[in-house]
T-cell receptor, first 116, second 114 residues
Framework: AQTVTQSQPEMSVQEAETVTLSCTYD???????LFWYKQPPSRQMILVIR??????QNATENRFSVNFQKAAKSFSLKISDSQLGDAAMYFC?????????????FGGGTRVLVKP | EPEVTQTPSHQVTQMGQEVILRCVPI?????FYWYRQILGQKVEFLVS????????KSEIFDDQFSVERPDGSNFTLKIRSTKLEDSAMYFC????????????FGQGTRLTVV
């Protein structure tokens, strides 16, 4: 079974600075998807960014980018120019390419605090 | 922008009672899911549903749980006899295909069992 680990329970960043969140995963599969979801205090899960394992190029979405290291099974999220609205829980998630159920396996989350 | 809608936003129920959590997935999506998040813990997969049947379920999804798509728009999660430990945030999600498309989540239903 796949597992996803986020080793940082909480990260603090100054507004306008950069913060990097770590995520590692364990899988025997070669094809899969990785995601970062944001969960603000409202607790809704919002997709931040997605990476397909077969793509070597790291995904970017505006101020959010990832560093995908397939051999190391590492998938970190960088938030640049941090804004107060970025304060939230961030969850890394894995999805198998083949699994019939298409389920997401989540890490334990990292809380991001943004200081003005 | 289309979104997944869940009702109610908060449900309080007595232990042993049955509850039904409701979801309206995005209209052209074909895959539906329920996830659970106990306060302070990670989001856990419960069940996925496709073509009017369960395609995968976790060990959490035991006989007290059931899912149904009673019409063309709603997707429900029923908990037959609630326990205190069922208190959690329940998220419904949907995706268009099983491929590269991501799952979109609803805003969640907070279930409190007293």
């Amino acid at each position: 079974a796949q597992t996803v680990t986020q080793s940082q329970p909480e990260m603090s960043v100054q507004e306008a600075e950069t913060v990097t969140l770590s995520c590692t995963y364990d899988t025997s599969e070669s094809d899969y998807y990785l995601f970062w979801y944001k969960q603000p205090p409202s607790r809704q899960m919002i997709l931040v960014i997605r990476q397909e394992a077969y793509k070597q190029q790291n995904a970017t979405e505006n101020r959010f980018s990832v560093n995908f290291q397939k051999a190391a099974k590492s998938f970190s999220l960088k938030i640049s120019d941090s804004q107060l609205g970025d304060a939230a829980m961030y969850f890394c998630a894995y999805r198998s390419y083949k699994a019939a159920g298409n389920k997401l396996t989540f890490g334990g989350g990292t809380r991001v605090l943004v200081k003005p | 922008e289309p979104e997944v809608t869940q009702t109610p936003s908060h449900q309080v129920t007595q232990m042993g009672q049955e509850v039904i959590l409701r979801c309206v997935p995005i209209s052209n999506h074909l895959y539906f899911y329920w996830y659970r998040q106990i306060l302070g813990q990670k989001v856990e997969f419960l069940v996925s549903f496709y073509n009017n049947e369960i395609s995968e379920k976790s060990e959490i999804f035991d006989d007290q749980f059931s899912v149904e798509r009673p019409d063309g728009s709603n997707f429900t999660l029923k908990i037959r006899s609630t326990k205190l430990e069922d208190s959690a945030m329940y998220f419904c999600a949907s995706s268009m295909t099983a491929g590269r498309t991501e799952a979109f989540f609803g805003q969640g239903t907070r279930l409190t069992v007293v």
